[in-house]
Structures are given as C-alpha cells and as structure tokens.
C-alpha cells in the first residue's frame, strides 16, 4: 500500500488482497464473509443510509410541524394537502430508514440492535413508526415524532458513537436478544413520543391567554388523550421486555433476576410510568398541567436506563460502554433547564387546565 500510495501502481497490493481473498474463502469457518456480502456492506457504507434519514426526518418533520400549528388555528384545504405530501415524504423516509436496517441484518447476520449505535437507530425507527401509528388522531404528534427521530439520528452520528459492524459478544448470541431489546426499546419509541406531547402541552399552556384560552385548552386536551394512549402502549411494551430479559437472563446466567444495574432501573421506569399513568386517580393531582409535566420527567428515567447503566455504573449490561460518551452531557443539561422553565411557566396558567383526560 506504501508503494502504491508513492509509485501510484497497485498491481502488487491488488495481488495480496487477491491472496487474503483466496486463504479466508478456504479456511474460513465462523465469520459470514461471502462476496456478496462484502459488496452488500460497500454499497451499504456509500449509501450512508441513516445520516440521509437524518436529513429527511429533520428537514420534513420541521415542516410538517410549522403546517401542523398552521392547522391549529386555519382550517384550509391547501394547508392540509400540503400536511399530507409532507406525510407521504416522511413515510418515504422511513421506509427508506427500514430498508437500512434490513441491510445491516444481512451483512451482520443479527437484528440490528446489540450495540449503542444500532439501538440508537432502531429507537430513531421505533419513534417514526409510534408517530405513524397516532398520525390521524394528531399530525402534531406525527411531526413531533419524526423531528425526535432526526435528532436520535443526528446523537447516533456523533464522533462517540460507532457505527462499525462488530462480532457479537457471547453473551449476546441468543434469539432472546431479537425479542427483548426489540421490545423494550420499542416502548421508549413511545415514551419519547409520550414526553415531547408533554413539553408542547407545556408551551401551549404557558403561552395562554384570554383571546386563545378556549382554543388552547382544546387542544393541550387533545395532546393529551394521545399522550395517555402513548403511555400506555409505551408501559405495555416495557413490561412485556422486561419478563422477556428475565428469560433471556436465565438462560445467559442461570437467574431470572439478580438486581444488575439494568435491571433495577428497568424496574424504576416501569414503576414511575405506572404512576404516571394512574396519577389521575387522586383527586389532588387529577390536572392536565401535572399529567403532562410527568410525563417528561418520567422520560430521564429511560434516559438512565438507557445511558446511564450502560456508560456510567458496572454491570453485566455494560457491553455498550464508550468512554466518548461525556459530550451528551451538555445536550442533557440543556433539556433539565428547558423543562424546568416551561414547567415553571405554564405552572402559573395551571388552573385553567384542571380537567384531566375523561
């Protein structure tokens, strides 16, 4: 390679990739390296498929969320049209987002989800889907979804995480790991959904006024029965992933449960959903404000689960651990600082958002 880069003739390294080509086709016996294979991942790495994604779900989501308040407040036939080409695109997008997963499952020959860079990707999927399945109760919540899909994109793109396809690591070679991650990583799709609903209902409430007061509350009403609905099948979802872990854990260690970090912060984001969930049940707290500020401060649990464990505590569950990971700090500090402020805010105009979903 040397004396390519410096004569320009690479007859020579040509000839021993050549020889390297030849050994591993005959002696290979445990990695999948067939030449289809290897053009599947050449084409797959020119492609640069997800980073596109990226691109699309922030451009059109931002524009569907611009027409989607449009909507809010103008009933008209050109608005709702162009809500739907921008729909149709983002569908597009996703499929195209989906076929890159596809293509990773073939090179890898494993569901695309075992490290911290294919799961940030597939939770990228999981959320666009959550908002496709609200899409026609909310185009505000399809819009919300799909820039959250971007940004989730546009974390997994950055210089901490890798995107390289590795071997599995022993403990991961299970069918288990197909049906629990896939599960459980799929409810925070939803629960991602669940508190972006939260800080817009948030925004709505604080901004509130005696002209817009009737409207408003409306909508954050609205918001708020497909926030409910996202919780639910976001808390469903966790459940079942984690009685799947369980099993996986059996077979892996031979326990069911054995109280690893992972474990027990699973088990914190189920309980703290589940109260989310049925916070409406006391009177007291039987108010649209405190639902939907719950429901975001419920999010930084799954954000600990989901980070946390795996990068900061030790456990059995640490084999997603990158030391490049302290950059995200910022973007953390950043959303406590606006949640507080919009939950401070819209605290005042409270009393005009008593009702809570009937």
């Known amino acids: 390679v040397q004396e390519g880069l410096k004569s320009g003739d690479w007859e020579k390294a040509d000839e021993v990739i050549g020889m390297i080509h030849t050994y591993q086709q005959a002696k290979n016996k ?27 779900y922030l451009i059109l989501g931002g524009l569907l969320l611009v027409f989607a308040f ?3 407040f103008k009933k008209e036939k050109w608005v709702t049209y162009t809500t739907w080409v921008l729909s149709l695109g983002i569908l597009a ?22 490290n911290s860079y294919e799961t940030m990707v597939y939770v990228a999927w999981a959320t666009v889907f959550a908002g496709l399945l609200f899409v026609r109760k909310s185009t505000l919540t399809f819009a919300l979804a799909t820039l959250f899909g971007g940004i989730i994109l546009f974390v997994s793109g950055l210089s901490w995480m890798d995107p390289q396809i590795n071997p599995l690591v022993p403990v ?7 049906f629990h991650v ?26 509130s006024g ?20 996202s919780l639910w099948i976001g808390l469903a979802l966790m459940t079942i992933g984690t009685f799947l872990g369980a099993v996986w854990a059996n077979e892996s260690w031979g326990r069911y449960w054995g109280w690893d970090p992972k474990e027990t912060w699973a088990l914190i984001t189920m309980v703290l959903y589940a109260i989310v969930t049925h916070l409406r049940l006391i009177p007291k707290c039987n108010n649209l404000w405190l639902f ?8 930084y649990s799954v ?39 919009a939950g401070f805010i819209s605290y005042r105009k409270r009393t005009n958002f008593n009702n809570i979903i009937v």
């Not at 997008?93 to 075992?114: D, L, Q």
């Not at 408003?216 to 609905?229: D, F, G, P, Q």
């Not at 939907?292 to 999010?299: H, V, Y």
């Open 30 to 56: 445990t990695v999948d390296i067939r030449p289809e294979k290897i053009q599947a991942e050449i084409k797959y790495n020119q492609m640069d498929v997800f980073q596109q994604c990226k691109k699309g």
């Open 70 to 72: 449009v909507a809010l």
């Open 93 to 114: 997008v996703f499929v195209f987002h989906m076929y890159g997963m596809g293509m990773r499952w073939y090179i890898a020959g494993y569901a695309p989800w075992s």
């Open 172 to 178: 991961l070679k299970s069918p288990w790991l197909m």
């Open 182 to 207: 896939a599960v459980i990583v799929g409810a925070y799709g939803f629960f991602g959904i669940s508190c972006l609903i939260g800080l817009t209902n948030l925004v709505m409430m604080s901004v």
């Open 210 to 229: 005696e002209k817009n007061s009737v409207m408003l509350k409306e909508r954050v009403r609205e918001l708020s029965i497909v926030n409910e609905m």
């Open 292 to 299: 939907n500020f719950t429901s975001i401060l419920a999010f």
């Open 303 to 341: 954000l600990m689960t989901f980070f946390g464990v795996n990068y900061f505590l030790s456990g059995m569950h640490s084999y997603g651990q990158n030391d490049n990971v302290n950059g995200i700090f910022i973007y953390l500090y950043l959303s406590i600082i606006l949640v507080l402020g």
